[in-house]
Each structure stands twice: as C-alpha cells, then as structure tokens.
C-alpha cells in the first residue's frame, strides 16, 4: 500500500537559518506529492504540492522537489522566520488507475525557529 | 466564514456516552474525509465519502461511524467513547482524486 515516511521532528533552528525536512514516499501509482503546514491551534493548510516527475512545488519561500527516481519530496527554505514555526506533513495522492485512493500522510515534523 | 466549518470545536465527554461531531462545507466538493491527529503518529483516516450513496471505511474505523446527509454534511459518531478515541478530529474535502484537501479547524474531544 502506499505510505509516507518524514522526518522525526522536533527540528529546531535559528532564525534565517536553512531548512531541509525529508520525506520519502512509497506508491503504486501516480501520486500527486503534498506538503501540508499546522500552525498551532489550527488546521492543515496545503504550504505546496506536485503533480508529476520534476515538478517543483514552491510557496511563501518554500519548495520541494518529485523527485520519481529516488522517491522523494524534500521540503526546502533558504531562511526561516521564527512565523514558520508550525508542524508540517508530507502526503500523497494516489493517481494509479481504478485507485480510490485519498490522501496518506506521514507522521508530521514540528519546527521551531527561535529568534 | 471558513469553508469547512466542524461543530463542536472542544468537547468533554464521560466514557460510554454516544457523540456526534459536525462537517459542513461549502465548497461544493463531492468527497469529504474524517481525519485522527494523535501526537506523533500523523493523520490517520477514519471513514471517507465520495458521494452521498457512498461510505468507506478508512484504516481506524472501529468504534466510529457516519452519516453523509448531503453533499455538503459528513457526521461522524463514537456510539460508546472509550478514552484512547481522546484525539483531535479533523473533516475535509477534495474535488476529486489526486487534488488537494481542505480542512476544517479541528475537534478536540477528551473522553474522561
């Protein structure tokens, strides 16, 4: 079955500091790839997302790249604000044909970025 | 107003009582999801809808069930809480396979 494995948390930075959280995934079919920020108290709000291979997602100064070959969607940002201190989950969406598949997400990694 | 909007946003209940938590969307989304958030073990799928003649069971169904009233209402039940179902709930939506969910704000149900 499809699954998705991220980063333990917690990960602690400083501010302005480069981020990287990793996430691996594994599927059957065609997944669209998925990051997901919970700010505290709140929801998920979809951060970015990929629909196909190479494809690079990017918001608010974070990116990921699908990377089909090594089965990976890697959160990226160049300088986090202490505003960025949140949990984030990577998830996917099974594409394969006939699948009913909904969304499966890992297990979240919580981020602080101190001042 | 928010386009997913889950009723109530806390509850306490005592063990052995029946509850119902609310979903209401307005996004005119067929599939709706109901969602476990328990800490360090992500969101876990409960029960999912894609239409309203349509009810699946996700991988921690046990103990849960719902009711898909409309298109734009998904209920969930605990017809006995038991204490290890203390977890925040979360319903969303897609508009169709392999597009991005919306969630709502999240239940916080304590079972004493």
């Known amino acids: 079955g499809d699954s998705v494995t991220q980063m333990e948390g917690p990960v602690t930075l400083s501010e302005e500091a480069f981020l990287t959280i990793n996430c691996t995934y594994t599927?059957?079919?065609?997944?669209?790839l998925f990051w997901y920020v919970q700010y505290p108290g709140e929801g998920l709000q979809l951060l970015l997302k990929a629909t196909k291979a190479d494809d690079k997602g990017s918001n608010k100064g974070f990116e990921a790249t699908y990377r089909k070959e090594t089965t990976s969607f890697h959160l990226e940002k160049g300088s986090v604000q202490v505003s960025d201190s949140a949990v984030y989950f990577c998830?996917?969406?099974?594409?394969?044909?006939?699948?009913?598949?909904?969304?499966?997400f890992g297990s979240g990694t919580q981020l602080t970025v101190l001042p | 107003d928010a386009d997913v909007t889950q009723t109530p946003r806390n509850r306490i209940t005592k063990t052995g009582k029946r509850i119902m938590l609310e979903c209401s969307q307005t996004k005119g989304h067929d599939r709706m999801y109901w969602y476990r958030q328990d800490p360090g073990l992500g969101l876990r799928l409960i029960y999912y809808?894609?239409?309203?003649?349509?009810?699946n069971k996700g991988e921690i169904s046990d103990g849960y069930s719902v009711s898909r009233q409309a298109q734009a209402k998904f209920s969930l039940s605990l017809e006995s809480a038991i204490p290890n179902q203390t977890a925040l709930y979360f319903c969303?939506?897609?508009?169709?396979?392999?597009?991005?969910?919306?969630f709502g704000q999240g239940t916080r149900l304590t079972v004493v």
């Open positions: 599927a059957t079919g065609y997944p669209s």
């Open positions: 969303a939506t897609s508009e169709r396979l392999g597009t991005e969910a919306f």
């Open positions: 998830a996917l969406s099974d594409q394969g044909s006939g699948s009913a598949r909904q969304l499966t």
């Open positions: 809808s894609f239409d309203v003649k349509d009810i």
